[in-house]
């Protein structure tokens, strides 16, 4: 069973490869489908999601459609397989539209009401030593604990846009309860559905304080067993006593855990360990089972690749790669629990920023030495080594934040072309060659969009698509601009903002475009003046441009995320530009930075491989900036384009009019017209 993103749902026989039938949906199929017998008439059902928020059920045998279920809250199911409960309902995860930091707002809430506060880092030693007290009298009713549930089952029944966990009938598809369940992850991609134990019962993270994990860094984050019947969840670990660090599996709830069963022994991967209890004893593991790197230390990312130049195996843990596929949280891939076989655990570390991957196979042993912190590699590249890595395509942008710049410091010296050695001089030599009457071009000629009467790509679904998505947004009619002229006009007078939110991109359309507004409105003195400062403005672009031949593409912005600077903002004047004058240069950053490093770019609300703290999903601004980039500055042709039309979960989305409007325009004539020789009509429209 197989789901894709072309809508349909595949039945593939496995002895032969062919289709035994497909199924259609209302949009992609992002995830794995289950499949159970335990059905209200005893036939084989499969259940998948949807990226239409709704979840579908068929027949096996036949694909026939039984139910699809109501509109889900949330952005997105990828990754979410259903869950199927020993009682047949299924078990449905969601991605939420709303930030990490919300759910916590309302955890608080909760407590305010239930307990009026409780010890954590906002408090000095002997207040906390007071609320934990109080606290601890409180968790020893019972009706605390169910007090804390019914307040967040009203809250996600009065607000059901923070619901992201669903238990729907097998029979009908509609949801049996609230699940009172708070979204528990921030970073990169799905968290963890719920497993069923041997015993058959369902184990489910969620959120309220217990006295298991009082005052740990993630105090509300708990496992417990969900009654698929009641809607209650019961704790799984015991509250007679306080849980340490790694014995509590190391939930945390501002990054990623995911869950696995081998047993009767839960199993907790995040990032840089492995985590363990026993269902039995309810006793956790002093120790993980295995780490690896949150971070490297300093000096240690270096040392790390030199013994990788040296085809020296690493050490144990330390699996750390300076490649950069994706950022915050992910590593390369998603963070995925551990994979079980027999007495071995299949591992992929996914650290904390930017770092490949790598998948790590560990056997169970009574006396290993996985557990251990391995002492970190120190040795310096040679000569040989550091030449090896100067042609390595690493991500040198994001080898600039903060928690990384150890790893630049760590090398021998800085690499040509990047933020850390500008080819300063090379640039003036380059911009001093440039004439003004050169620049003029960029300022005064305009695109003529003239329609093909014929495209393979132009077809009828992407037209339909948007003229379905858009309204009318242009006019011709100047007596908004003309009446409104006098402040208009002093928007050119503004410092530019700093080169590195957009490299100036907004700065340079908004002077073009004040310069031909002027002389369309005969103001000689603005025109003249938006002239000299836009012929400025492109020069010191250009200086940025070929200064900055290998980086200086991604740049951290307020707050805690990082865009494609170069790209971010363009108009067809400024991608003209730049196409003109470092077309050559914006593909080899294109191939390192998007294509290497990040090539699943295009997919909406992917896995975030840019910097943005905290986020489950990649904003659909990155991938605005990556398409205009391949339209304005590369011209890459309209089935390029078009291949990278991904649908998102909201057909309306601004950005995805824009890449359905740049993919007609590849797929039609343009011509470049002299506004100051093509006479009043043509300038006016």
Known sequence: MIGSRDQKLYAIETATGKVRWSAPTGGPLLNSPAITRKTPDGQPRVYIGNEDMRVYAFDLQHGEQLWRSEKLPGVSMRGYHPVIAPDGAVLVTVAPGIGVDRFQALLLDMLKMVFGDFASWRHKQEENARLREENFKLLERPETYRAQLDYLRQRLADQPAYQTFFVLDPVTGRERFVAPI????????????????????????YQALLRSRYEHYSPFLN??????????????????????????LLLVHDEQCQLSLAGRVLINTHQDNVNAIDLETLRGFPEPFCRNLHEPAKGEAVGIWNSLLRGQPLPVGKEWLARGTAVYGGGSVLDVGVSISGDSLYYLPTHEINAGVALIAYRMKLDGVASKISAPPAEKLTEEQWNKVKGLLWDWDTLEMPRLTHVLDGLPGPIPGTRRQPLTNEAAKAVAAITDAELDRILWEARLVKPRIASSTANPDIKARLAASVRELISTDWRHIESNWPNLRKLAEQAPNKMEEDCCNGYLAGLIACARVGRRLKDVETEQAAVTLARRALRERLAFEFAHTRGGLIWQVPKLRSVFSRWHFLSPEVGRFLGLYVGPLHRQLMDRYVDYHRPVWWLAWNSETMMRNECPYEFPTMSAEVFAARSLILSEPPERLAAFLDRPWCKGEEYYIQKLAFTLDAASLIDW?????????VFQN
């Open 223 to 248: 496992v417990g067993y969900l009654d698929t019947t009641s809607g209650h969840i019961t704790p799984i670990m015991d509250q007679s006593r306080t849980y340490g660090w790694h014995d509590s």
């Open 673 to 681: 017209i002299d506004l100051r020789t093509s006479g009043r009509a």
């Open 182 to 205: 708070i979204y528990s992850e921030s970073m990169n991609g799905p968290g963890a559905p719920a497993l069923v134990s041997p015993e058959g019962k369902v184990v489910v993270k």
